[in-house]
Protein backbone atom coordinates (compact mmCIF):
# COMPACT_ATOMS: atom_id res chain seq x y z
CA UNK A 1 0.00 0.00 0.00
CA UNK A 2 1.57 3.63 -0.72
CA UNK A 3 1.18 6.11 1.77
CA UNK A 4 -2.03 8.17 2.70
CA UNK A 5 -3.22 11.08 0.89
CA UNK A 6 -3.57 14.58 1.86
CA UNK A 7 -7.29 14.00 2.50
CA UNK A 8 -6.86 11.14 4.50
CA UNK A 9 -3.92 12.31 6.68
CA UNK A 10 -5.55 15.69 7.37
CA UNK A 11 -7.93 14.71 10.03
CA UNK A 12 -4.96 12.63 11.99
CA UNK A 13 -2.77 15.50 11.96
CA UNK A 14 -4.86 18.69 13.11
CA UNK A 15 -2.80 20.14 15.74
CA UNK A 16 0.62 18.91 14.86
CA UNK A 17 3.61 20.83 13.71
CA UNK A 18 4.99 19.48 10.24
CA UNK A 19 8.72 20.02 9.48
CA UNK A 20 10.78 22.46 7.69
CA UNK A 21 10.95 26.08 8.96
CA UNK A 22 7.75 25.18 11.42
CA UNK A 23 8.42 25.71 14.78
CA UNK A 24 7.12 26.04 18.19
CA UNK A 25 9.35 28.49 20.41
CA UNK A 26 9.10 30.39 23.85
CA UNK A 27 9.95 34.04 23.72
CA UNK A 28 10.87 36.79 25.66
CA UNK A 29 10.26 40.62 24.60
CA UNK A 30 12.06 43.40 25.85
CA UNK A 31 9.89 43.90 29.36
CA UNK A 32 10.83 39.65 29.85
CA UNK A 33 7.35 38.87 29.33
CA UNK A 34 6.62 35.19 28.15
CA UNK A 35 5.61 34.52 24.77
CA UNK A 36 4.48 31.12 23.05
CA UNK A 37 4.70 31.82 18.81
CA UNK A 38 4.31 29.26 16.78
CA UNK A 39 4.70 28.88 12.79
CA UNK A 40 3.00 25.58 10.96
CA UNK A 41 0.32 25.23 8.26
CA UNK A 42 -2.08 23.12 6.73
CA UNK A 43 0.38 19.98 6.97
CA UNK A 44 0.66 19.39 3.06
CA UNK A 45 -3.18 20.10 2.03
CA UNK A 46 -2.31 23.42 0.67
CA UNK A 47 0.36 22.10 -1.56
CA UNK A 48 -1.42 19.35 -2.62
CA UNK A 49 -4.42 22.03 -3.51
CA UNK A 50 -1.81 24.25 -5.42
CA UNK A 51 -0.30 21.26 -7.34
CA UNK A 52 -3.77 20.06 -8.74
CA UNK A 53 -4.63 23.48 -10.04
CA UNK A 54 -1.63 24.45 -11.31
CA UNK A 55 -1.80 21.10 -13.65
CA UNK A 56 -5.86 22.15 -14.04
CA UNK A 57 -4.75 25.84 -15.00
CA UNK A 58 -2.33 24.55 -17.36
CA UNK A 59 -4.50 22.06 -18.80
CA UNK A 60 -7.42 24.60 -19.42
CA UNK A 61 -4.58 26.60 -21.02
CA UNK A 62 -4.06 24.26 -23.44
CA UNK A 63 -7.33 23.25 -24.08
CA UNK A 64 -8.25 26.83 -24.67
CA UNK A 65 -5.14 27.31 -27.47
CA UNK A 66 -3.69 29.66 -25.20
CA UNK A 67 0.24 29.91 -26.07
CA UNK A 68 2.35 31.40 -23.03
CA UNK A 69 6.24 32.15 -22.71
CA UNK A 70 6.22 29.58 -19.87
CA UNK A 71 3.66 26.82 -19.07
CA UNK A 72 3.56 28.28 -15.02
CA UNK A 73 2.02 31.58 -16.35
CA UNK A 74 -1.55 29.58 -16.88
CA UNK A 75 -4.11 30.55 -14.91
CA UNK A 76 -8.05 29.89 -14.44
CA UNK A 77 -10.09 32.15 -15.54
CA UNK A 78 -12.64 33.85 -12.91
CA UNK A 79 -16.32 32.19 -13.01
CA UNK A 80 -15.36 28.69 -14.54
CA UNK A 81 -16.46 25.72 -12.30
CA UNK A 82 -12.17 24.98 -11.84
CA UNK A 83 -11.68 28.59 -10.57
CA UNK A 84 -14.74 28.04 -8.21
CA UNK A 85 -13.43 24.76 -6.68
CA UNK A 86 -10.42 26.18 -6.36
CA UNK A 87 -11.29 29.26 -3.88
CA UNK A 88 -13.41 26.93 -2.30
CA UNK A 89 -10.39 24.05 -1.80
CA UNK A 90 -8.01 27.08 -1.24
CA UNK A 91 -10.60 28.65 1.97
CA UNK A 92 -10.61 25.24 3.47
CA UNK A 93 -7.13 24.86 3.50
CA UNK A 94 -6.86 28.23 5.67
CA UNK A 95 -9.21 27.46 8.04
CA UNK A 96 -7.48 24.06 8.77
CA UNK A 97 -4.69 25.91 8.79
CA UNK A 98 -5.93 28.09 11.62
CA UNK A 99 -7.53 25.64 13.36
CA UNK A 100 -4.40 23.59 13.35
CA UNK A 101 -2.32 26.66 15.08
CA UNK A 102 -5.07 26.53 17.59
CA UNK A 103 -4.94 23.16 18.95
CA UNK A 104 -1.22 23.60 19.15
CA UNK A 105 -1.32 26.75 20.78
CA UNK A 106 -3.54 25.20 23.50
CA UNK A 107 -1.72 22.22 23.85
CA UNK A 108 1.60 24.28 24.46
CA UNK A 109 -0.35 27.02 26.62
CA UNK A 110 -1.63 23.59 29.02
CA UNK A 111 2.00 22.51 29.30
CA UNK A 112 3.40 25.84 30.39
CA UNK A 113 0.77 26.28 33.03
CA UNK A 114 0.92 23.17 34.52
CA UNK A 115 4.71 23.68 34.78
CA UNK A 116 3.99 27.38 36.76
CA UNK A 117 1.21 26.32 38.44
CA UNK A 118 -0.09 22.95 38.09
CA UNK A 119 -3.54 24.02 40.24
CA UNK A 120 -4.43 26.97 37.29
CA UNK A 121 -7.87 26.82 35.80
CA UNK A 122 -7.67 25.46 32.17
CA UNK A 123 -9.39 27.77 30.71
CA UNK A 124 -7.15 28.55 27.66
CA UNK A 125 -9.72 28.25 24.70
CA UNK A 126 -12.30 31.47 26.60
CA UNK A 127 -9.70 33.99 26.28
CA UNK A 128 -7.88 32.20 22.90
CA UNK A 129 -9.20 34.62 20.37
CA UNK A 130 -8.64 37.76 22.33
CA UNK A 131 -5.22 37.09 23.08
CA UNK A 132 -3.69 35.58 20.53
CA UNK A 133 -1.90 37.68 17.13
CA UNK A 134 -3.09 34.81 14.11
CA UNK A 135 -2.14 35.99 10.78
CA UNK A 136 -2.18 33.52 7.95
CA UNK A 137 0.55 33.66 5.32
CA UNK A 138 1.06 32.09 1.36
CA UNK A 139 -3.00 32.78 1.34
CA UNK A 140 -5.59 34.00 -1.28
CA UNK A 141 -8.47 36.69 -0.58
CA UNK A 142 -10.93 38.26 -2.28
CA UNK A 143 -10.14 42.05 -0.99
CA UNK A 144 -10.59 45.68 -2.97
CA UNK A 145 -7.48 47.79 -3.96
CA UNK A 146 -7.61 50.80 -5.67
CA UNK A 147 -11.66 50.84 -5.81
CA UNK A 148 -11.43 47.33 -7.66
CA UNK A 149 -12.41 44.09 -6.23
CA UNK A 150 -9.25 41.96 -7.11
CA UNK A 151 -7.71 38.23 -5.87
CA UNK A 152 -4.61 39.19 -3.69
CA UNK A 153 -2.32 36.10 -3.29
CA UNK A 154 -0.03 36.87 0.13
CA UNK A 155 3.19 34.25 -0.99
CA UNK A 156 5.87 34.80 1.58
CA UNK A 157 3.63 37.85 2.93
CA UNK A 158 0.98 38.62 5.69
CA UNK A 159 -1.78 41.30 5.81
CA UNK A 160 -1.34 44.48 7.13
CA UNK A 161 -4.21 46.86 7.10
CA UNK A 162 -4.08 50.02 9.34
CA UNK A 163 -3.80 48.90 12.84
CA UNK A 164 -3.81 45.07 11.96
CA UNK A 165 -1.36 43.35 14.21
CA UNK A 166 1.02 40.42 12.80
CA UNK A 167 3.90 38.30 12.96
CA UNK A 168 6.85 38.95 11.26
CA UNK A 169 9.39 35.42 12.67
CA UNK A 170 13.20 35.58 12.13
CA UNK A 171 14.76 32.27 12.38
CA UNK A 172 16.30 29.99 15.26
CA UNK A 173 19.28 32.77 17.27
CA UNK A 174 17.31 36.37 16.01
CA UNK A 175 14.88 37.83 16.90
CA UNK A 176 10.68 38.13 15.74
CA UNK A 177 8.24 41.05 15.99
CA UNK A 178 5.07 41.96 16.79
CA UNK A 179 4.09 44.34 14.47
CA UNK A 180 1.13 46.82 13.99
CA UNK A 181 -0.32 47.22 9.58
CA UNK A 182 0.65 50.93 8.10
CA UNK A 183 -1.97 49.89 5.44
CA UNK A 184 0.57 51.27 3.02
CA UNK A 185 -1.93 50.90 -0.49
CA UNK A 186 1.05 50.48 -2.39
CA UNK A 187 1.80 47.16 -1.13
CA UNK A 188 -1.71 46.75 -0.99
CA UNK A 189 -1.73 46.15 2.67
CA UNK A 190 0.91 43.64 2.83
CA UNK A 191 4.19 43.23 4.70
CA UNK A 192 6.96 40.51 4.39
CA UNK A 193 5.96 37.26 6.45
CA UNK A 194 9.58 36.67 8.13
CA UNK A 195 13.24 37.28 7.05
CA UNK A 196 13.50 35.07 4.02
CA UNK A 197 15.96 32.31 3.02
CA UNK A 198 19.59 33.61 1.57
CA UNK A 199 20.57 30.30 1.28
CA UNK A 200 19.07 27.28 -0.42
CA UNK A 201 18.49 23.76 2.14
CA UNK A 202 20.78 22.00 -0.19
CA UNK A 203 23.27 25.26 0.07
CA UNK A 204 22.72 25.80 3.73
CA UNK A 205 23.54 22.11 4.47
CA UNK A 206 27.32 22.80 2.28
CA UNK A 207 28.47 25.89 4.00
CA UNK A 208 27.11 25.89 7.41
CA UNK A 209 28.91 23.31 10.11
CA UNK A 210 27.93 22.74 13.34
CA UNK A 211 30.27 24.99 15.52
CA UNK A 212 28.13 27.94 13.18
CA UNK A 213 25.23 26.68 14.04
CA UNK A 214 25.97 26.41 18.15
CA UNK A 215 27.31 29.66 17.58
CA UNK A 216 24.39 31.38 16.36
CA UNK A 217 22.48 29.42 18.82
CA UNK A 218 23.91 30.08 21.94
CA UNK A 219 21.39 30.86 24.96
CA UNK A 220 18.72 29.20 22.86
CA UNK A 221 17.44 25.72 23.44
CA UNK A 222 16.88 24.00 20.29
CA UNK A 223 18.04 21.32 18.34
CA UNK A 224 21.68 21.70 17.40
CA UNK A 225 22.35 18.46 15.15
CA UNK A 226 23.28 18.24 11.18
CA UNK A 227 19.68 17.80 10.49
CA UNK A 228 18.57 21.24 11.68
CA UNK A 229 21.58 22.57 9.57
CA UNK A 230 19.40 23.73 7.05
CA UNK A 231 17.18 25.80 9.03
CA UNK A 232 20.32 27.37 11.21
CA UNK A 233 19.97 31.49 11.79
CA UNK A 234 22.48 32.31 8.59
CA UNK A 235 20.50 30.54 5.73
CA UNK A 236 18.40 33.06 6.38
CA UNK A 237 18.68 37.03 5.89
CA UNK A 238 19.14 38.99 8.39
CA UNK A 239 15.69 39.89 9.82
CA UNK A 240 17.00 43.42 11.47
CA UNK A 241 17.08 44.78 7.37
CA UNK A 242 14.19 43.26 6.76
CA UNK A 243 12.70 45.42 9.09
CA UNK A 244 14.16 48.60 7.81
CA UNK A 245 12.96 48.29 4.87
CA UNK A 246 9.57 48.17 5.83
CA UNK A 247 9.18 51.10 7.62
CA UNK A 248 6.61 52.01 5.65
CA UNK A 249 4.47 49.00 6.19
CA UNK A 250 4.28 48.29 9.63
CA UNK A 251 5.40 49.82 13.11
CA UNK A 252 7.10 47.45 15.83
CA UNK A 253 4.84 46.56 18.74
CA UNK A 254 6.94 44.30 20.19
CA UNK A 255 10.64 42.49 19.86
CA UNK A 256 10.79 38.93 21.02
CA UNK A 257 13.75 36.65 21.70
CA UNK A 258 13.24 33.54 21.47
CA UNK A 259 14.71 31.06 24.17
CA UNK A 260 13.59 27.68 23.52
CA UNK A 261 13.05 26.80 19.93
CA UNK A 262 11.47 23.45 19.01
CA UNK A 263 11.82 22.26 15.61
CA UNK A 264 9.37 19.45 14.06
Not at 197 to 219: F, N, P, W, Y
Not at 240 to 252: G, P
Request: proline content about 4%; glycine content about 10%; overall charge neutral.
Amino acid sequence: MGLPGPQERAPRQLGTLGTGNHFVEVCLDTEDRVWLMLHSGSRGVGNAIGSHYIAAAKKRCETDGIVLPNADLAWLPEGTPEFDAYVKAVGWAQDYARRNREVMLVRALRVLRGTVDPKHEDNAWAWLPDRAVNCHHNYVSREEHFGEQVWVTRKGAVSARSGELGIIPGSMGTRSFIVRGLGNPESFHSCSHGAGRVMSRGAAKKQITLAMHEADTAGVVCRKDADVIDESPRAYKNVENVMRAQTDLVEVVHELHGVVCVKG
